[in-house]
Antibody
């Protein structure tokens, strides 16, 4: 069974940093497209980042240069390093597995709150 | 950049049909996927590749995509269908703004 469990969310000051972790089981992150998707309060889903099976990455314009996604194939984990955090980064962050061009598995999400 | 446009809200009575649209420039040339998202829960894929249904999704959910509009149709709407619905395309990965379905 595919499982994704996020951790690392919390309260951080504007300009600060936070690292989110996603522990995967039931499949190998190295052979999947692993994504981070967020939902700000009262807003829609926002695709934040993607790491392809080949190691390439994609970032939304809103986080480019501030966020970095990576993975640990040995421990089957994915990470999102978030720097220079802004109030508008406040959201629930979901770790997700993309099967081809769509997401077929989601974590339960972790809340990130950036205080101004 | 590419934009996906959804109506903010749709309301329908139980047993009726809900139609949720997703507009985009020549979106019919892209492949569209749909998710259901209830508060406090992880999103659920309800339609992929324009019209395919994942296992476990009722046949009441169907999709189509042509021209500048993709559509998610929910037949015989039930109270449990009340949720946010989001369309999504790839390259780059992008969601629509979401439509809140209210069951009257």
């Amino acid at each position: 069974e595919v499982q994704l469990v996020e951790s690392g969310g919390g309260l951080v000051q504007r300009g600060g940093s936070l690292r989110l972790s996603c522990a995967a089981s039931g499949f190998s992150v190295s052979s999947s497209y692993m994504s981070w998707v967020r939902q700000a309060p009262g807003k829609g889903l926002d695709w934040v980042s993607l790491i392809y099976s080949g190691g390439g990455t994609y970032y939304a314009d809103s986080v480019k240069g501030r966020f970095t996604t990576s993975r640990d194939n040995l421990n089957n984990m994915v990470f999102l390093q978030m720097n220079s955090l802004r109030a508008e980064d406040t959201a629930v962050y979901y770790c997700a597995r993309a099967e081809l061009e769509y997401i077929d598995s989601w974590g339960q999400g972790t809340l990130v709150t950036v205080s101004s | 950049s590419y934009v996906l446009t959804q109506p903010p809200s749709v309301s329908v009575a139980p047993g009726q049909t809900a139609t949720i649209t997703c507009g985009g420039d020549n979106i019919g040339r892209k492949t569209v996927h749909w998710y259901q998202h209830k508060a406090g829960q992880a999103p659920v894929l309800v339609v992929y590749d324009d019209k395919a249904r994942p296992s476990g999704i009722p046949e009441r959910f169907s999709g189509s995509n042509f021209g500048n509009t993709a559509t998610l149709t929910i037949n015989r709407v039930e109270a449990g269908d009340e949720a946010g619905y989001f369309c999504q395309v790839w390259d780059p990965p992008l969601f629509g703004g979401g439509t809140e379905l209210t069951v009257l």
